[in-house]
């Protein structure tokens, strides 16, 4: 079992920046790629960003490649994504999650989730 807690989150406006922690209880932490997924208000969750274990392989969903960065630091289990450039359209919950697969962008291939952390972005 890994349990996995979010944090950073809050209200920001277009055109900041925010970083987003998630702390692994674990230190099988770097058995896993991670993962973060947003969901906002009547959206499906979407993915966002991944890393491989090492932290030698990153994927970003189109919507946010070149404005976010997901990095590990194994000797923390922790897992961040710095998010610049936010827009209005980034608002929602965020979620980091944990997977044996060498990485992926499928929810339902995810094994543990945290509870999310909101993140707005005003106008």
């Known amino acids: 079992q890994v349990q996995l807690v979010e944090s950073g989150g809050g209200l920001v406006q277009a055109g900041g920046s925010l970083r987003l922690s998630c702390a692994a209880s674990?230190?099988?932490?770097?058995?896993?790629?991670m993962g973060w997924f947003r969901q906002a208000p009547g959206k499906e969750r979407e993915f966002v960003a991944a890393?491989?274990?090492?932290?030698?392989?990153?994927y970003y969903g189109a919507s946010v490649e070149g404005r976010f960065t997901i990095s590990r630091d194994n000797a923390k289990n922790t897992v961040y994504l710095q998010m610049n450039s936010l827009k209005p359209e980034d608002t929602a919950v965020y979620s980091c999650?944990?997977?044996?697969?060498?990485?992926?962008?499928?929810?339902?291939?995810?094994?543990?989730w945290g509870q999310g952390t909101q993140v707005t972005v005003s106008s």
């Open positions: 999650a944990a997977t044996t697969f060498l990485w992926s962008l499928v929810p339902g291939e995810y094994d543990y």
């Open positions: 674990r230190s099988t932490f770097s058995s896993y790629a």
């Open positions: 890393i491989t274990w090492s932290g030698g392989n990153t």
